[in-house]
């Protein structure tokens, strides 16, 4: 399933940048995945693999081995896995329409147009899911929205790995940091300690990437220059981090009310 679900995202709903993370790891672009046949060709919405889904994480594109040819690219070193978030699809789940005035079961209406970035402890991820369609009301919405993930069993929604809001993404491990808060152990430091984490994995990247170009510069038949590695992300403010935290607890209000209950209820 990964090379359709990686043509499937290329060919129909990614921005340029966006696909040149997930492609990077095929010799052919995206015109070329489109006529091996791998998807239905209609609207984007109405786009459909043809494989039966049987995984939620896409591992990114790996650089190869041994290269016998300069990288055309150094975007094969820097590639993120790919997080795809769909409990219609994969488990097959009886979904109600989240709307409060309605009851109407939700249907597959195609991909979501936005794949979000999501910031882990020591890199990034895309996250990517599934549009979900109301038969009684027409109402359509994506399928990581707090609306349908309330509705999951506990089996299913503990794997959906992070705190999402309009603007911010963030995986739950980070949030996790931020329970721990102490004197001393402040958003600050945890941003500086992502900050860390992130350096030396990008750096880590990096080196691979320019000792292979090395190589190949050593040899007297290779001439020109390489593309240089690229920048690292900017890492979010502690501000961001906070936010985060706050929404997380938001979502989970539910939960510390009825622990709060059973504590001081006797």
């Not at 150094?74 to 219609?88: K, Q, S, T």
């Not at 359509?140 to 911010?168: D, E, H, M």
């Not at 190949?216 to 001439?223: I, Y």
């Amino acid at each position: 399933m990964s090379s359709h679900i990686r043509a499937l995202y290329v060919a129909l709903v990614l921005s340029p940048a966006a696909a040149r993370v997930l492609a990077c790891s095929s010799h052919c672009g995206a015109a070329a995945v489109d006529r091996s046949g791998a998807v239905h060709q209609g609207s984007v919405g109405e786009a459909e693999p043809h494989h039966r889904l049987e995984s939620v994480v896409e591992p990114p594109p790996q650089s190869r081995p041994i290269y016998h040819q300069p990288p055309a690219s150094p975007d094969p070193f820097f590639a993120c896995r790919l997080f795809l978030w769909m409990p219609h699809r994969i488990w097959r789940l009886q979904l109600t329409c989240p709307q409060p005035s309605c009851t109407g079961s939700m249907v597959k209406a195609g991909l979501y147009r936005t794949i979000r970035r999501v910031l882990d402890i020591d890199g990034w991820y895309l996250m990517a899911t599934e549009y979900l369609e109301c038969r009684r009301c027409k109402k359509k919405v994506g399928g990581w929205s707090q609306g349908i993930i309330r509705q999951l069993a506990p089996t299913y929604s503990c794997q959906f790995p992070a705190v999402l809001t309009y603007k911010l993404s963030c995986d739950q491990r980070v949030v996790t940091q931020l329970k721990s808060r102490t004197l001393g152990n402040s958003a600050t430091q945890l941003c500086n300690t992502l900050r860390e984490q992130h350096s030396d994995a990008w750096m880590r990247r990096a080196i691979q990437y320019l000792g292979v170009c090395e190589q190949f510069l050593a040899l007297c038949n290779v001439r020109g220059q390489f593309p240089p590695p690229p920048i690292m992300p900017t890492l979010p403010s502690p501000t961001w981090l906070l936010t985060v935290y706050g929404y997380d607890i938001l979502t989970r209000l539910d939960e510390y009310k009825a622990r709060i209950t059973s504590t001081w209820q006797y």
